[in-house]
C-alpha cells in the first residue's frame, strides 16, 4: 500500500466554533492519537483527505512536531446528509508495528447455474499486518459454487505477512439456494376460493 501524505497544519482552537471556521476554510478537524503520546490536534486538507479515505485503511503521513508520522484512519464522522467528513480520528503507527483492520471481500466467477445467491457474511475481513503493508482487499473466486457452500477465513489466501484476526472456521461467504416465490398460486387459488 502506498502512503499518502497531507499537509496538516497544528490546531490550537477547540470547540464547535472552532471547528466550523476550520471547515468553512477546507478543512477537517481531526485528533491524533496512539503510543502513549498526549493526542495531537490538527486540520487536514478537506478534498485531499476525502480521496485519501476512498482506499481502506489508507495509510497516511502527517506532519506532527515538524516530524512526518504515520497514521491510520480509525473513526471518521461524516454529515449525514451530504456525507462531507466532519472530523477523523488517527491512529499513530509505527514501521514494523502489526496492526488490526479489516480489509473488503471482493468476489470473482460466476455461481453454478440454477439461480443461486451469494451471501456476504462478513462484509470485510479482520486481520492482522505491518502497519506500512496493509493490503487494500483480499479476492475470492466463487466460479461453479453451488447451494450450501462455505467459504470459511481459513480458505481465503492472503498475501505475505498477514494473518487472519478473526475465528479461522468462521463463515466469509456462503451460497444460498433462490427461494421460489409462489406468488403466482396464492393468487390463483384465492381466484379459485371467491368463484366457488
Do not use: W
Not at 29 to 56: E, F, R
Amino acid at each position: 500500500m502506498s502512503e499518502i501524505r497531507l499537509a496538516a497544519e497544528s490546531r490550537n482552537e477547540f470547540g464547535k466554533g472552532a471547528a466550523r471556521r476550520a471547515r468553512r476554510a477546507g478543512f477537517v478537524p481531526g485528533v491524533v492519537y496512539g503510543h502513549g503520546h498526549a493526542p495531537v490536534h490538527l486540520n487536514l486538507p478537506s478534498h485531499d483527505l476525502m480521496m485519501a479515505l476512498k482506499t481502506p485503511n489508507a495509510l497516511l503521513v502527517v506532519p506532527i512536531d515538524g516530524k512526518d508520522e504515520y497514521v491510520l484512519p480509525k473513526a471518521v464522522q461524516r454529515e449525514a446528509i451530504k456525507r462531507t467528513i466532519e472530523h477523523v480520528d488517527l491512529l499513530l503507527v509505527k514501521r514494523g508495528e502489526k496492526v488490526t483492520v479489516e480489509i473488503p471481500v471482493h468476489t470473482e466467477g460466476e455461481l453454478a447455474p440454477g439461480g443461486n445467491l451469494l451471501e456476504h457474511v462478513l462484509q470485510a475481513l479482520p486481520i492482522e499486518a505491518e502497519a506500512t503493508h496493509l493490503p487494500e482487499a483480499v479476492t475470492v473466486s466463487v466460479e461453479g459454487l453451488e447451494a450450501g457452500a462455505a467459504i470459511h477465513a481459513k480458505d481465503i489466501t492472503l498475501p505475505s505477512g498477514v494473518t487472519l484476526a478473526v475465528d479461522a472456521d468462521a463463515v466469509v461467504l456462503q451460497v444460498i439456494a433462490a427461494q421460489a416465490a409462489p406468488v403466482e398460486d396464492e393468487a390463483v387459488e384465492a381466484e379459485a376460493g371467491a368463484e366457488a
